[in-house]
């Protein structure tokens, strides 16, 4: 690969490429994004490789990989240029029909397609209504690049933004237009980046850092880990030009070891960027020197806080410092470093190339631009999902999301993590907006949206947060480390039905104390899940309490299950799958299931036909007594006489 | 050794010294002047019955006596020193010095491949070049090369890049990809991410649990399998999900969650 | 350096540049608790207990002392209800872990703690660290340390060290605010190092 050394060589090198490209040529592209490829991908992409092998295509087709498309509901997800078809849903044993069908006869294969709800097939991705209803500005390119190979990067445009900046910007300008752009942290603390970059560029001393936060610790959030998978260039580039624009020459990238692909596509990345003058020494010629060093965390969450991630960086145990010195001011090694999440870097040269009128232009008063978030859960269409800040979240969980699977009733969405809270259906007309979740007890964290519907027990909801921070405390400090564990403590025994009077007090005591006292964000933020679960839901924990009902019908030690005698009809289904040999019955005998033995693994509800439905979850009433052994099935024909 | 005479064994031989009108190997006689010293016997036919005595007291299951020594009812083999005495001594040092051969070897084996693990933790920490800020990522290139991190390895990489062995130990309990115990040969993680958790991840939980009979954070005995939880994976649209040696399950039934236990 | 003043509960007090809240309170007399602080080392604030409402303008934070450092015209006030009821609770939850220990009884009585809040489950040591950083930045001798994460987190000597080191020493031992520190180190000082981990079950207790 030949060095590019001057402005005008990013440009020149698009062109290049474009015009060595046959865009008449036939191109096949299998998403290779990690939802799609625990949907064996992987042999999707092998399956291609050998059917064109076999029908002696080779010539005449070109096979690529992409980082994730975003609607991982239906994946393995194929695309076929020129024409631009999408295939939904791919496995290998399709591949020769499409191969046949599409590459030889120029034919689509109708059954592949994306179906709306009137029945129509739709052919290009694009169309498709999940994508149609969002604003995929950053995430958008996704589907177009080869994240191995940098020059599917630069032919959509990539590195003009970082041209633009050596060579026609001074740093101040650049700091300027990130500040007009109004640009806030897309990582959890939505701090203004324009502000924290004039910081770390004021601070005194030398050398400064800048560095990319990929922790993504929040279970239920993988958009980071889908851009550094997908499109890692973006990244690179955003984070080179912030580095100019604050006087840094060291960059370091801290990537959750949780995610290897995206190391992997990193370090290719970065060693393109490399042979390319795109990084390292004297940048495109302009006399810029700029390099990055990859960083693999190592299993914590509390390591993706910025002060604790700067103390991973320095090889030490990764704990949370005290913030009133800035680790802006005072970072890794006690020099100014400034820390920005992964999509925030991403969305940088957009600003740059658009501008930040454009930017600022996208969005509400207080938040500008479009955010990344995964829509999980208790939705039909899960997947990533981009949309303009200043959308409402009917929008999303509805339009974008297809709403609540199997006709149940929505309950909440569940937003921000572990730091976040519950925002139920009143609430599902506000608009996206930094300021207006934090309002209503949540916050936008890092992009996680999680969909609950009427059979998720809230109780238990704060219970897995708290359960899931009490193994990430890092356990420095007395409010955060013995806090945590004695609500934790409080709701293990409201879930199994050994609640008492004051509990629901007591957790809202410690919560209060937890939030001002702990050290860091983690500690600090721990409470959110409880306290909001206890102000929208506070029947269901008075209900686990006194009367020992789980309404959701969650809690193992609240719930009994019953078989109703008037709609068995005997199949022995339940009894023939029952782990523990609980249900007792035969052919067109009532079946009985044994309480004392039954473990509520929920496996006869499971199986129960349900044109039957014989099978119900009881809560806080207790079960009936049972019918004599060998009692006769009401034959449903006999009902109706 | 049956099948073999007497005479023919003697004769394989070279001899030095004579005893008791009996030619021996030169080793034989060392071994004799040895126990009589340390014995601190009279004299040397004193020696050889006391060898005897703790030879016989030694091997009571392999003291067969060759076909050349018969026996008549009731009888014991008199305490005389015989050609056939000492052969059925040199059979029985023979026996044991293979045996010690044995344990050589082994431990030439065992020292072998600490050597070599300690060449390959040499080679791993040597990359790093003495930079303290690089602990992590060094641990974490043994982790995945050893699947376990040992005392020796973290003591070795405490003198090499010159850390007190606190702050290694610090790092390497605080972080959840290390194990200080030797991990099983297969890794089964499932996912209990929110997403998932909301899908019915503790459900898969128990059933995984329950056929491999472990809890999460545990090996099972025979080494195969170590069982653990993480924190989202990534593929929520799949959920719940479970990963083994990095191929993923969506929604894995119990059968074959059994069939995988079964597997190697 | 250069001096100016704060005012701490009403109080006009002088603090000179780099100084803590808590160092320009006890130079005025004012008492502040602690239980992780100790001159010469460096401030942990991992305990808490010295918290204090700070008001800075308009608005008002809780900060931990020991940490934040003093400045021109900061308004303090070092018990305020909302400072006296995390304190209060602190000492609940530490009491749970170290359920006879006299500083931790005596601050109790002087905030009105309820010693059975939370059902005790003594380990007896607070984690305030101090053995552990005395001997680290002190002594620099690094034969204690601190194992693990949340309330598996613990403190360790290591007997590679601490068999050489500790003998003469023994210096950490009158630092601990529990008094627990001389029985750890008898039981856990074992020539061979065992680690107390149940080989199938990975955890260290």
């Known amino acids: 690969m030949t060095r590019l050394n001057s402005s005008a060589s990013v440009e020149k090198k698009r062109q290049e490429i474009l015009n060595s490209k046959d865009q008449k040529k036939l191109y096949v592209t299998i998403c290779s994004g990690t939802a799609c490829h625990a949907s064996r991908s992987d042999e999707v992409f092998q399956a291609f490789v050998d059917e064109i092998e076999r029908k002696g295509l080779r010539e005449k087709v070109d096979i690529g990989r992409t980082g994730c498309h975003g609607f991982c509901e239906r994946g393995t997800i194929v695309n076929v240029f020129p024409k631009d078809i999408c295939y939904l849903q791919v496995k290998a044993e399709d591949v020769p029909e499409i191969v046949s069908k599409t590459l030889i006869e120029n034919e689509i294969v109708e059954r592949l397609l994306y179906e709306d709800s009137n029945g129509q097939k739709i052919i290009h991705e694009n169309d498709i209504p999940f994508y149609k209803r969002q604003n995929r500005t950053v995430f958008g390119n996704n589907r177009l690049i080869d994240p191995q190979n940098i020059d599917s990067y630069i032919a959509l445009g990539g590195y003009t933004a970082l041209t633009k900046v050596l060579f026609e910007m001074t740093p101040e300008q650049v700091l300027e237009e990130v500040k007009k752009a109004n640009l806030r942290g897309r990582g959890g603390g939505g701090f203004p980046a324009g502000i924290k970059w004039e910081t770390t560029r004021n601070a005194p001393g030398e050398p400064k850092y800048v560095i990319v936060n990929a922790d993504e610790g929040d279970p239920g959030a993988y958009m980071d880990r889908s851009l550094l998978e997908g499109n890692p260039h973006s990244v690179l580039e955003g984070l080179t030009i912030g580095a100019y624009a604050i006087g840094s020459h060291q960059g370091f990238i801290y990537v959750r070891q949780e995610y290897p692909i995206a190391v992997e596509n990193l370090l290719v990345a970065l060693e393109q960027a490399r042979e390319y003058g795109l990084l390292g020494k004297n940048i495109l010629g302009s006399g810029f020197d700029f390099d990055v060093k990859v960083h693999r965390g190592a299993g914590a969450f509390v390591s993706g806080e910025s002060s604790a991630l700067m103390t991973a960086i320095e090889g030490k145990a990764g704990e949370p410092r005290p913030k009133y010195i800035r680790t802006a001011v005072s970072g890794i090694w006690e020099k100014p470093s400034n820390l920005n999440n992964v999509e925030t870097w991403a969305t940088v040269p957009l600003i740059i190339n658009k501008g930040a009128e454009w930017f600022s232009n996208i969005g509400t008063k207080g938040s500008k631009g479009t955010k990344i978030f995964s829509l999980v859960g208790k939705v039909n269409n899960t997947g990533l999902v981009e949309v303009p800040m200043g959308t409402t979240l009917r929008q999303v969980v509805y339009d974008i999301g297809g709403g609540i699977p199997k006709g149940k009733k929505f309950k909440a969405v569940q937003t921000g993590g572990p730091s976040g809270g519950v925002i139920p259906e009143e609430f599902l007309d506000l608009s996206i907006d930094f300021d207006e979740l934090s309002n209503v007890g949540s916050m936008m964290g890092s992009g996680g949206m999680v969909v609950m519907d009427e059979d998720t027990c809230m109780v238990d909801t704060a219970r897995y947060f708290l359960d899931f921070l009490a193994g990430e405390s890092c356990g420095k400090c007395v409010p955060c480390r013995e806090g945590i564990y004695q609500m934790l403590k409080i709701l293990n025994r409201i879930c199994q039905g050994e609640g008492r009077e004051g509990d629901i007090e007591l957790l809202e005591e410690i919560s209060e104390v937890v939030k001002d006292f702990s050290l860091c964000a983690l500690g600090r933020t721990a409470p959110n899940p409880v306290l909001s679960t206890i102000k929208y839901f506070r029947n269901e924990y008075e209900a686990h309490i006194y009367e020992k009902r789980c309404p959701a019908g969650v809690c193992k030690a609240l719930i009994s299950y019953y078989i109703d005698p008037e709609k068995c009809q005997g199949c022995t289904a339940c009894l023939r799958n029952c782990p523990t040999g609980a249900i007792t019955g035969g052919k067109g005998l009532v079946h009985i299931i044994d309480q004392e033995k039954c473990v509520k693994c929920g496996t006869c509800l499971e199986v129960c036909p349900p044109r039957f439905s014989a099978v119900t979850k009881l809560s806080g009433v207790s079960v009936p007594e049972p019918v004599p052994q060998g009692t006769k099935v009401i034959r449903k024909g006999d009902r109706k006489k | ?264 | 350096m250069s001096e100016f003043s704060l005012i701490i509960n009403g109080q006009k007090v002088k603090a000179r540049e780099g100084m803590t809240i808590l160092e320009a309170a006890r130079g005025a007399g004012i008492e502040i608790p602690t239980l992780c602080y100790q001159e010469g080392l460096a401030p942990f604030g991992a305990c808490r207990l010295c918290t204090v409402e700070i008001v800075k303008g308009q608005r008002s934070r809780l900060v931990a002392s020991c940490v934040y450092p003093a400045e021109e015209g900061l308004v303090v006030k070092t018990e305020s209800e909302r400072v006296v009821k995390g304190r209060k609770l602190i000492l609940e939850l530490l009491l749970a872990r170290a359920p006879n220990v006299q500083v931790l009884r005596e601050y109790g009585m002087k905030y009105g703690v309820d010693l059975m809040k939370f059902d005790p489950e003594p380990t007896s040591c607070i984690l305030c660290g101090l053995c552990v950083r005395y001997c680290a930045e002190e002594k620099k001798k690094n034969a204690i340390g601190f194992i693990g994460r949340g309330t598996e987190r613990a403190v360790m000597f290591f007997p590679e060290i601490a068999s050489e080191e500790c003998p003469k020493c023994g210096e950490c031992f009158a630092i601990c605010p529990t008094g627990v520190l001389p029985s750890n180190y008898a039981i856990n000082r074992v020539p061979h190092f065992t680690w107390p981990v149940n080989p199938f079950s990975g955890t260290y207790k």
């Open chain 2, 1 to 264: 050794m049956c099948g073999l005479t007497v005479k023919r064994i003697m004769a394989r031989k070279k001899t030095k010294s004579a005893f008791v009108g009996i030619k021996m190997t030169s080793e034989q006689a060392e071994l004799l002047d040895r126990l009589q010293r340390v014995l601190n016997s009279a004299t040397k036919t004193e020696v050889l019955l006391k060898g005897l005595d703790l030879l016989g007291k030694l091997y009571p299951s392999t003291s067969i006596p060759p076909p050349w020594i018969l026996l008549g009812e009731g009888e014991t083999s008199p305490p005389v020193v015989t050609n056939r005495e000492l052969a059925m001594l040199e059979a029985e040092a023979r026996r044991y010095s293979t045996n010690v051969q044995q344990v050589r070897n082994k431990t030439k084996e065992v020292m072998k491949q600490m050597t070599q693990e300690l060449s390959k933790t040499d080679r791993i920490v040597d990359k790093y070049k003495g930079d303290k800020s690089s602990l992590i990522q060094l641990l974490l290139e043994l982790q995945r090369e050893n699947h376990w991190l040992s005392e020796e390895m973290l003591k070795w990489v405490s003198q090499k890049m010159d850390i007190p062995l606190t702050q290694i130990y610090r790092v390497a309990t605080f972080y959840k990809a290390f194990s200080l115990v030797p991990r099983g040969r297969h890794s089964i993680s499932v996912c209990m991410g929110t997403a998932c958790h909301v899908r019915g991840a503790p459900h898969l939980l128990d059933k995984v649990m329950e056929t491999l009979k472990i809890r999460p954070g545990e090996t099972t005995r025979d080494m195969r399998f170590s069982l653990e939880t993480v924190n989202c994976l990534g593929c929520c649209a799949l959920g719940p999900v479970m990963v083994v040696d990095g191929k993923y399950y969506s929604k894995p039934s119990t059968k074959e969650i059994e069939q995988i236990a079964a597997s190697d």
